[in-house]
């Protein structure tokens, strides 16, 4: 049973840091792309940032330069380290994976989210 399991979401000021962590369990994590979507109220769930197993990543241009996702495979777990927080970054962010791919459209598996919110 493939399980994806978020953590550290939190409140926290504009301008602040907050990191994400996800621990999979129950997959292969190296064969897997690993990343984060985010959902806002209202709005459609959108990629943030993802890693291939090969450690390239991809971001959206909204968190280009603020975010970073980093992978450790010894651990299983992927991470989005989060900077310079803004209120339209304001989401429920879900951990996702998906095997053996470039780009991570259409995860194989997803997480349960975690709240993040940014105060103005």
């Known amino acids: 049973q493939v399980q994806l399991v978020e953590s550290g979401g939190g409140l926290v000021q504009a301008g602040g840091s907050l990191r994400l962590s996800c621990a999979a369990s129950?997959?292969?994590?190296?064969?897997?792309?690993m990343g984060w979507y985010r959902q806002a109220p209202g709005k459609q769930r959108e990629l943030v940032a993802s890693i291939t197993s090969g450690g390239s990543t991809n971001y959206a241009d909204s968190v280009k330069g603020r975010f970073t996702i980093s992978r450790d495979n010894a651990n299983d777990t992927v991470y989005l380290q989060m900077r310079s927080l803004k209120p339209e970054d304001t989401a429920v962010y879900y951990c996702a994976a998906k095997w053996a791919t470039i780009l991570l459209r259409n995860p194989d598996y997803w997480g349960q989210g975690a709240q993040v919110s940014v105060s103005s």
């Open positions: 129950g997959l292969t994590f190296g064969g897997y792309t």
